[in-house]
């Protein structure tokens, strides 16, 4: 994997664990895991399980990380070595919208995915932006910035 910074995706841990950096935390409502929350379907294309993701140390679940952030890259074409903060949590999030606008929604009331990130809509419009997605992340980035200064 080309270079990516680190601060950015401690910023977009904080995000997934709900600050927490736990390797074993799992949403409640989903098979998500870990941190960056890999969907069990994720894992398997891994060759692993969100279990064993869950089982693991901090360094066995950064290799997967990696894996992982290195196959977003090739599917999008762009190397992790120019991407943005952005889009070290787009990666996560969904991936398709690195590509995007800032104002192009990402997803709409009606709509599982909606439901289930509805702190992503920033001003409850019923509609998730990429711009939106964004400022969460950048916020994250700004607190973990401060408390290194």
């Known amino acids: ?26 949403n409640p409502n989903s098979s998500a895991s870990g941190l ?8 398997k294309g891994l ?18 990380v990696k894996m992982y952030f290195v196959n977003i890259a090739n599917q999008v074409g762009i190397p ?13 999030f ?12 990402i997803y709409r009331d009606g709509q599982d995915a909606y439901k289930v990130n509805l702190y992503h809509d920033v001003n409850k419009d019923g509609a998730i932006t990429k711009k939106e997605i964004c400022s969460n992340v950048d916020n994250f ?6 408390l290194i200064e």
């Open 80 to 92: 992790t070595s120019q991407w943005t903060l952005h889009d070290v949590y787009l990666s996560i």
């Open 47 to 64: 060759g692993t399980t969100t279990e064993k993701l869950r089982s693991m140390n901090h360094v066995e679940h950064m290799d997967y």
């Open 94 to 105: 969904t991936p398709s919208a690195i590509k995007k606008k800032a104002d192009d929604i």
């Open 36 to 43: 960056i929350q890999f969907m069990e379907s994720t894992a």
């Open 1 to 26: 994997m080309s270079y990516l910074d680190p601060n950015y995706m401690m910023a977009c841990f904080a995000l997934e664990t709900g600050v927490s950096f736990k390797t074993n935390i799992k």
């Open 141 to 146: 980035y700004e607190k973990g910035m401060e």
